[in-house]
């Protein structure tokens, strides 16, 4: 295996490890989780969740370090836009969702350990 797909492997083995911990938190704390990994196109919603009559599209980023910054600093305007793509093709067929959110759960390592925030109402949303 050569280097860079090493690292893409490692890259994609923390992103799971990720969101199995920010599902563990989720549930923690009083949330349904209705899907994972919903994919529409090349857009992806890491976790769709329920708290109380508010579905919550949750983005889960993970990294091992913050010497590039912190994993909640790394979303992109153009990364809004296709999480609220993919959001509104997976209510398309559910007209009974009344109330959304887009959250994120960020996961770093520092000194050894796991640091987990939970950023609610990230950008503005509809409902």
Known sequence: MNRKSASHSQKKALGRKGEEMAVRYLIKNGFEIIDRNFRIGRAEIDIIAKENEEWVFVEVKTRSSVKQGYPEQSISIKQEETLRSAAL??????????????DVVAIHKEENRTHLKHFRDIFPSWG
């Open 89 to 102: 093709d997976f209510m398309f067929d559910r007209p009974e969702i009344p109330f959304i959110r887009f």
